[in-house]
């Protein structure tokens, strides 16, 4: 089975921190995404990579970054948090041909 | 870039009956449907897909249809359990990303 695993599964922090949120797949996948999830607005896509060291901006790139300097890692970057950025975050992985595979999402608060 | 929009938000069905998510998709281009459940605490898990190439696609008591003229696609669970009870999105593929409904809360009342 795919495995997407995220550091955290609850995380606080305080406004103007820098926050990393870190995603690591197990299946050699070369696509990972990250998303946010809001109530009543779905799952909305930050940014995605289809290679290392590649990134591409999703939907809603502003405020984040991301970094993908191996294969089977893609960290999502707040430069500096704000308490709107308080959200599930989700990472995804998928092969070329397949669905994407979640992990189960860290939560993060800002206050 | 693709809109995809999610009826109802909610839905609460007796168990035993069946429950009907329906979205629709505005580009014509995305050529891949899949659904996804999510569970309390977890993230969401692919439950069935549909390709553009194909109309209907069962697996047990889910079943999923597509209309490509009408751009929508639609989740069919028969015979719902308790363990049904959850978050269900439907999203639509195109240029490498997928676009997410806003989400189903489906209620299985027992």
């Known amino acids: 089975d795919v495995k997407v695993t995220q550091s955290s599964r609850y995380l606080v922090k305080r406004t103007g921190e820098k926050v990393f949120l870190e995603c690591v797949q197990d299946?050699?996948?070369?696509?990972m995404f990250w998303y946010r999830q809001d109530p009543g607005l779905g799952l909305r896509l930050i940014y995605f990579?289809?290679?290392?060291?590649?990134?591409e901006k999703g939907d809603i790139p502003e405020g984040y970054s991301v970094s993908r300097e191996k294969k089977e890692r893609f960290s999502l970057i707040l430069e500096s948090a704000s308490t709107n950025q308080t959200s599930m975050y989700l990472c995804?992985?998928?092969?070329?041909?397949?669905?994407?595979?979640f992990g189960d999402g860290t939560r993060l608060s800002i206050l | 870039g693709e809109n995809v929009e999610q009826h109802p938000s909610t839905l609460s069905v007796q168990e035993g009956d069946s429950a009907v998510i329906k979205c629709t998709y505005s580009?014509?281009?995305?050529?891949?449907f899949p659904w996804y459940k999510q569970e309390l605490g977890k993230g969401p898990q692919l439950i069935i897909d549909?390709?553009?190439?194909?109309g209907e696609k069962k697996d047990q008591r889910i079943a999923v249809t597509l209309n490509k003229t009408a751009k929508h696609f639609s989740l069919h669970i028969t015979e719902t359990q308790p363990e049904d009870s959850a978050v269900y999105f439907c999203?639509?593929?195109?240029?490498?990303?997928?676009?997410f409904g806003a989400g189903t809360t489906v209620t299985v009342r027992a």
């Open positions: 299946m050699d996948h070369e696509n």
């Open positions: 549909i390709r553009s190439n194909v």
């Open positions: 990579s289809y290679d290392v060291k590649m990134k």
């Open positions: 995804a992985s998928s092969g070329d041909t397949e669905p994407q595979h």
């Open positions: 999203a639509a593929y195109y240029d490498y990303k997928l676009s």
């Open positions: 580009d014509s281009a995305s050529n891949y």
